[in-house]
């Protein structure tokens, strides 16, 4: 029996290589107590020996995102005020105000002084 080197875990036990000069089929395969280096621990497997877990896959999540179909996100006309400057909000509805009185009296709606009432306040 040939002993091969061990990976750097202390507890592992040493790898066995199966090549025999003659064969043993009657004999145990794996090495006895007495022949096994000291240093060795009872568990022949430890927590770094264990091979590691797949981390992510793909599968059924098309199926489950077309289960409902796949939407478009929802296009808004105006964009929310919601947390903007009250001040920038206040300048910029009297702003809308003396626009839609001007586009009036452009086409002739209102009368000239309209304009005339807002430029005074």
Not at 35 to 53: D, F, G, I
Not at 82 to 96: E, I, S
């Amino acid at each position: 029996i040939h002993f091969l080197p061990t990976t750097g875990n202390p507890c592992s036990t040493p790898r066995v290589s199966r090549v025999l000069a003659f064969s043993r089929s009657h004999v145990r395969q794996s090495s006895p107590a007495y022949l096994r280096p000291a240093n060795s621990c009872t568990t022949p497997h430890t927590a770094s020996a264990m091979v590691k877990q797949k981390n992510h896959t793909a599968r059924n999540q098309t199926y489950k995102a077309h289960r409902n179909g796949i939407k478009k996100p929802k296009s808004h006309r105006f964009r929310t005020t919601r947390g903007v400057d009250p001040k920038f909000l206040r300048n910029k509805r009297f702003a809308r105000a003396q626009t839609v009185i001007a586009v009036k009296v452009q086409r002739g709606e209102l009368p000239k002084t309209a304009l005339k009432k807002y430029a005074e306040e």
